[in-house]
């Protein structure tokens, strides 16, 4: 018998059978830094290279996206890492699709902070 734990990624569908304690959620874990949905931001220099690479230097006059770099650039001196990233429901990506249709919700936890989600 021949075991698979991946899918195979040439069907349009792919069937699985999971099990978990009855008092416990099932849940699925996706590391987002490297689900290809955006850039892991670590310090103050990436943060402002990432605004004005999207930007130009306008986003220090647009109030909104002003506060957003100045919300991110205080997590980043809190030593937190920064993800920043686009969402969409007709992306390849099927976390992108995922999180586009239910939202930002499904990333937020105790240890995770949502400056930002359109």
Do not use: C, W
């Not at 018998?1 to 069937?15: A, D, P, T």
């Not at 931001?41 to 909104?64: K, N, R, S």
């Not at 992108?96 to 499904?106: F, P």
Request: proline share 3%; no cysteine.
């Amino acid at each position: 018998m021949k075991i698979r734990l991946g899918f195979v990624s040439n069907s349009s569908s792919s069937s699985f059978i999971l099990s978990a304690p009855n008092d416990k959620p099932l849940t699925i874990t996706i590391n987002v830094e490297t689900a290809g949905i955006g850039s892991v931001i670590v310090t103050e220099e990436e943060l402002q290279a990432y605004f004005v690479d999207e930007y130009d230097d306008e986003y220090a006059e647009d109030p909104y996206l002003k506060a957003r770099y100045d919300e991110a650039l205080e997590e980043l001196h809190k030593g937190r890492k920064v993800l920043i990233g686009r969402v969409a429901n007709d992306d390849d990506n099927v976390l992108s699709r995922m999180l586009y249709e239910n939202g930002l919700d499904l990333l937020a936890s105790a240890d995770v902070k949502i400056i930002s989600g359109d």
